[in-house]
């Protein structure tokens, strides 16, 4: 009798306590990852994008000889000295939380970059800080080094991208990134071009990982580069391989290059889900 | 190598008109996108000439344009006198699975030797001139793969199903 009822009690012990089934949530079924793992490529590319915009038209980090602002929502940006002396600091100021810029985004905050060189030199560093920086909804932290690589044997231009403590927070999102990543400038260099940045393309390749708002590891590699395209805000194509520990593998896809939009694919094997980026 | 088809098919069957979509699904493109990478894609003349030219060729995928034309030419594209030429070259290629892309008088021709169909079964009647063709759904198996409701982007709901002939 004894060892009966000793195992029935091990029995009710062991499935009240120690069971192992996976709720929805450690399956991720909400494509929570996919969507933390786009916005956090979204928001420190657009960061990117706001100092690439600023560069390619001032005379002291370029060599056009254009000087000229560029977002209707900047209240101030300006770069250390009037001399090109490096290293030189750019500051944009996007002042309050009332700035709704050309593209329609909401800015607000700093974001602070430091030029080692002029910008399309080769071996020049640009690190780029934010101060209570916002995109959105969502507040950016990290360090940003972008060091230009030269000319590959395509001719075209290349940077190393490395995103350092990057982390986003907002309601409910709390997500750390870094991530190495090579960008390749595929369209746009032109010199009678290089003023007009909407019509720059890059290629970005290599991993990130992190841990998203529930505090799950992961891994993303990109198998096919992601597309910036910069007359449009969002990635325009790409694909990666996302990897969460002990979870199925997923596929992201951002398109075509037809589409302009925060949508994506996350496909696992034969069942697609749709991710929206969040904004 | 498994022979498939993929389309996207309103509820009259109307996949085309006037060598348009009459409809903007981002998410069906990307499924589409997804499904084709990396795999040879086979299209007709009109469908190639259909997709808007700074985005053709489909990136990512070898893009065979199937055409009598002599004259046809295209940067990047492998131009072939017949599908069957196509499936060929894929086949030497040592593709997987290939896929028929359209338009509608291809897909008539090759949905009796497809081993599977990827239909996006879109909820609306628009009015077309390119049709797929019909086929008798009791000799496939099928699976959900993707659903989308209506939102602020895609003005029709639809479903996608992959179809599997039954041996």
């Given amino acids: 009798m004894r060892p009966l009822l000793f195992f029935l009690l091990s ?3 062991s499935t009240t306590f120690s069971s ?7 399956q991720d079924l909400e494509t929570l990852t996919a969507r933390e793992v786009a916005l956090s490529y979204h928001v420190f590319d657009d960061a990117l994008r706001e100092v690439h915009r600023f560069a390619m038209r001032d005379s002291l980090l370029n060599d056009t000889g254009i000087v000229q602002r560029f977002n209707s929502c900047i209240e101030d940006a300006y770069v250390s000295d009037t001399v090109a002396v490096f290293p030189l600091y750019l500051t944009i100021n996007y002042g309050g939380d009332t700035n709704i810029c050309d593209d329609g985004f909401n800015r607000f905050g700093v974001i602070r970059a430091a030029f080692s060189g002029k910008y399309l030199n080769k071996s020049t560093v640009v690190t780029v800080t934010f101060d209570e920086y916002y995109k959105d909804q969502f507040r950016i932290d990290g360090t940003v080094i972008l060091t230009n690589l030269g000319l590959n044997s395509d001719g075209y231009m290349m940077f190393d991208w490395e995103v ?27 010199f009678e071009s290089q003023s007009n940045v909407d019509d720059d393309i890059f290629h970005i390749e ?20 992601y ?35 925060n949508l994506l694919i996350e496909r696992r094997n034969n069942t697609y889900l749709e991710v929206e980026i969040p904004y | 190598m498994i ?4 389309a996207a098919v309103a509820a009259n069957n109307v996949i085309g008109v006037k060598g348009d979509l009459p409809w903007h699904l981002p998410v069906d493109l990307k499924f589409f996108s ?47 006198a017949s599908i069957e030429a196509g499936i060929e070259h894929a086949k030497n290629h040592h593709e997987s699975e290939v896929f028929i892309i359209g338009g509608g008088d291809i897909y008539r021709q090759t949905i009796g030797i497809a081993d599977k ?3 996006t079964h879109i909820d609306a009647h628009p009015e077309g001139d390119t049709y797929f063709p019909e086929f008798n759904k009791d000799e496939w198996t099928s699976e959900l793969i993707l659903e989308k409701g209506v939102d602020d982007v895609h003005n029709h709901a639809f479903t996608t199903f992959v179809y599997t002939r039954k041996s």
């Fill in chain 1, 164 to 190: 350092i403590d990057g982390h986003i927070t907002g309601i409910n999102t709390n997500i750390t990134w870094e991530g190495e990543h090579e960008k390749t400038w595929v369209a746009g260099r032109s």
């Fill in chain 1, 11 to 13: 029995l009710f012990i």
């Fill in chain 1, 20 to 26: 192992c089934g996976e709720t929805e949530r450690d």
């Fill in chain 2, 34 to 80: 997804e499904t084709t990478k990396g795999h040879f894609v086979i299209m007709g003349r009109k469908n190639f000439d259909s997709i808007p030219e700074k985005y053709r060729p489909l990136p990512g995928r070898p893009n065979i344009v199937v055409t009598r034309n002599k004259d046809f030419n295209a940067t990047n594209v492998t131009v072939c």
């Fill in chain 2, 117 to 119: 169909i990827y239909i």
């Fill in chain 1, 206 to 225: 290599g991993i990130s990982k992190g841990r998203n708002s529930r505090g799950n590891t992961f891994e993303n590699e990109i198998t096919n580069p």
């Fill in chain 2, 3 to 6: 022979i498939s088809l993929i």
């Fill in chain 1, 227 to 261: 597309v910036a395209d910069y007359s449009c805000q969002w990635f325009t194509a790409g694909t990666s391989s996302l990897d969460i520990p002990n979870l199925e593998a997923r596929r992201l896809n951002f398109g075509l290059t037809t589409e302009c939009d």
